[in-house]
């Protein structure tokens, strides 16, 4: 009787986890932060606790417009990456370019 109990209550508390649990992220943003509507993402795979790297990312832009990067991970990834023990890591990846600035002309 006490087992079922103890089951009934583990089953909750790992519903109750798997169901208010959110994606983590790290944002970092660089001097000017824009309101882009434009945003690329890719999911990177690293395997062998990091030993084969992921491909590096063409961010499609000049270096001086990217304006911010996050890097998320979610549930999904996160079981993954526990289940193979760190041999398999994936992680979404986006940024945003900055519009360029327009040439000013002279009067």
């Given at each position: 009787?006490?087992?079922?109990?103890?089951?009934?209550?583990?089953?909750?508390?790992?519903?109750?986890?798997?169901?208010?649990?959110?994606?983590?992220?790290?944002?970092?943003?660089?001097?000017?932060?824009?309101?882009?509507?434009?945003?690329?993402?890719?999911?990177?795979?690293?395997?062998?606790?990091?030993?084969?790297?992921?491909?590096?990312i063409n961010p499609n832009c000049?270096?001086k417009y990217l304006s911010a990067?996050?890097?998320?991970?979610?549930?999904?990834?996160?079981?993954?990456?526990?289940?193979?023990?760190?041999?398999?890591?994936?992680?979404?990846?986006?940024?945003?370019?900055?519009?360029?600035?327009?040439?000013?002309?002279?009067?």
């Open positions: 009787m006490t087992y079922s109990i103890q089951l009934r209550r583990l089953s909750f508390i790992l519903a109750l986890l798997l169901l208010s649990s959110s994606c983590m992220s790290t944002r970092v943003v660089s001097l000017y932060d824009n309101d882009s509507v434009v945003k690329h993402s890719k999911t990177t795979w690293s395997f062998a606790w990091g030993l084969v790297a992921p491909k590096d000049d270096s990067s996050t890097h998320k991970t979610n549930l999904g990834f996160i079981l993954l990456s526990a289940v193979t023990l760190g041999i398999v890591v994936p992680q979404t990846v986006e940024w945003e370019c900055a519009p360029e600035d327009p040439d000013i002309e002279e009067l």
